[in-house]
């Protein structure tokens, strides 16, 4: 009997969870063939440059913006038989836990496309930048966006100081530096902390920076308006 044979191999590989069964068919991930929607053309995601990821994203917000979302008229059950084996997101987007910004519809995507990894504050922690690693160098993601948003509970939070129930305070040390040189101001330390973490992300992970500096990757901080549905570019 072989290694890979038996149903309790492919029992256990389910139990893992998505992440682990991708890892073990890394090379089929990188060399599969991008998801195929019914309305759209397949995103080539072994040939986009980060530049037309990033142009795809905006699209996407513009769509959303102008109430003309394409995702909700792909078939769902081809983009689930064409991603049952492998991902291949063109983007991947780090944006806070706040139930206010839905990313997939912010971005008009749907199953397949993008490699959100979300936490309160859109904070980088050793588990965040893993998680965004893997998006990166095993998935191959053109574009991460680190999104914050108007009305960021944990950035209002952090300038309020105040004292908080269980681990809650764990939130407030990774947006200091952001409070910390934009002053109390709530939108610019929203802004100012979508830098940081942008920033700390492409230069403290050497698997980032090495994707930036060879032209596969680009990092943008970026900005979701609650009430318009807008996404900016932060400069
Ligand atoms: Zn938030």
Redesign the pocket.
């Known amino acids: 009997m072989t290694e890979s044979a038996g149903p309790g191999k492919s029992a256990d590989l389910s139990r893992r969870g998505f992440l682990c069964s991708a890892v073990g068919s890394a090379a089929a991930v990188l060399g599969g063939a991008a998801a195929v929607s019914a309305t759209r053309p397949a995103l080539a995601q072994s040939t986009l440059t980060p530049e037309a990821a990033l142009k795809e994203l905006m699209d996407g917000n513009e769509r959303y913006l102008g109430g003309q979302l394409q995702s909700l008229n792909e078939d769902l059950a081809i983009l689930k038989a064409k991603t049952a084996e492998k991902q291949e997101p063109f983007a991947a987007v780090l944006a806070?836990?706040?139930s206010r910004?839905p990313v997939e519809f912010v971005f008009d995507q749907s199953i397949g496309h993008l490699f959100v990894v979300r936490v309160?504050?859109?904070i980088t922690t050793p588990e965040i930048t893993a998680s965004l690693e893997y998006g990166v160098a095993v998935l191959g993601t053109k574009v991460l966006m680190v999104l914050?948003?108007g009305?960021?509970?944990?950035?209002k939070a952090t300038i309020e100081g105040k004292a908080v129930p269980g681990q809650i305070g764990a939130l407030y040390a990774p947006i200091w530096p952001a409070v910390n040189e934009a002053g109390p101001n709530l939108d610019a330390a929203?802004d100012a902390n979508a830098r940081i973490q942008a920033t700390l992300l492409s230069q403290a992970s050497p698997i980032i920076a090495g994707a930036i500096k060879e032209g596969n990757l680009k990092v943008v901080p970026a900005r979701y308006d609650i009430a318009s549905g807008k996404v900016s570019l932060l400069t």
């Open positions: 806070c836990a706040d910004v309160a504050g859109n914050g948003h009305s960021c509970g944990a950035v929203i």
